[in-house]
């Protein structure tokens, strides 16, 4: 059964501002990556789609509850998969419980059903992480992760996975050839070239679908057209 809906504080209002200010520049930014995102595979159905980034503090939780939201917004069934063991951060942004979640799934102490939590935003399904376990990586390559994936797709038209920077631990690289595609986040000013070099590498080495890139905490100038036009929106 689900839990109930959480109520979103100010504190994470920031977060998720495709929810709180859909008419924003940053929305708009967010509802074009989800047009890239369409257009990236037209031969091939996207069901399974995952964030990561080089290193930490890159945004790529932010990133990856944002998109998520314009994808529910468009009226696509949607699931958020907190599957960082190491530092989850979803039922933080959402402001619910991370008492039980994927690791409880995952060494059958609950069923994915039992799980799952509703948010505010209609068409949205969040999966925490759950229990912080001592064993991620051999979590994520077990034939239960494997299964559970083809049973989300089962329930939802799109599953967005929240997974480590790919260079900090091997999580990311063993999840990303269970999913369509993935999708590096990059910190416009942080991120050095030759760690989004080797992240990308990683990406390719594992046989990932690489979609595309998103460049993040990137700042428009005030007399930039983009923000001209939107700049003013309620």
Not at 187 to 205: C, F, P, R
Request: glycine share 4%.
């Amino acid at each position: 059964m689900f839990k109930k809906k959480p109520k979103i504080i100010q504190a994470a209002a920031r977060k998720i501002v495709t929810f709180t200010n859909p008419r924003s520049v940053v929305s708009e930014q967010f509802k074009t990556i989800r047009t890239n995102i369409n257009f990236s595979m037209p031969d091939q159905k996207l069901e399974a789609l995952m964030f990561t980034s080089a290193s930490p503090n890159e945004g790529k939780s932010t990133v990856a509850s944002n998109v998520a939201i314009v994808f529910a917004q468009e009226g696509k069934k949607v699931l958020l998969v907190d599957a960082d063991m190491r530092k989850p951060t979803t039922h933080y942004t959402f402001k619910t419980a991370n008492a039980h979640g994927l690791t409880n799934v995952l060494t059958n102490q609950s069923t994915w059903q039992e799980v799952i939590t509703e948010t505010p935003i209609s068409g949205l399904d969040i999966l925490p992480c759950g229990p912080i376990p001592p064993n991620p990586a051999e979590l994520i390559g077990s034939q239960k992760m494997v299964l559970l994936i083809e049973q989300l797709k089962q329930a939802y038209d799109l599953i967005i996975f929240d997974t480590p920077p790919i260079l900090s631990v091997t999580d990311a690289q063993i999840l990303s050839n269970k999913c369509d595609g993935a999708i590096l986040v990059i910190n416009s000013g942080t991120s050095e070239k030759e760690s989004v070099q080797k992240a990308a590498e990683a990406l390719q080495n594992s046989k990932a679908n690489v979609i595309g890139t998103v460049l993040n905490n990137y700042k428009l100038a005030k007399d930039h057209y983009y923000y001209q036009y939107y700049g003013n929106a309620e």
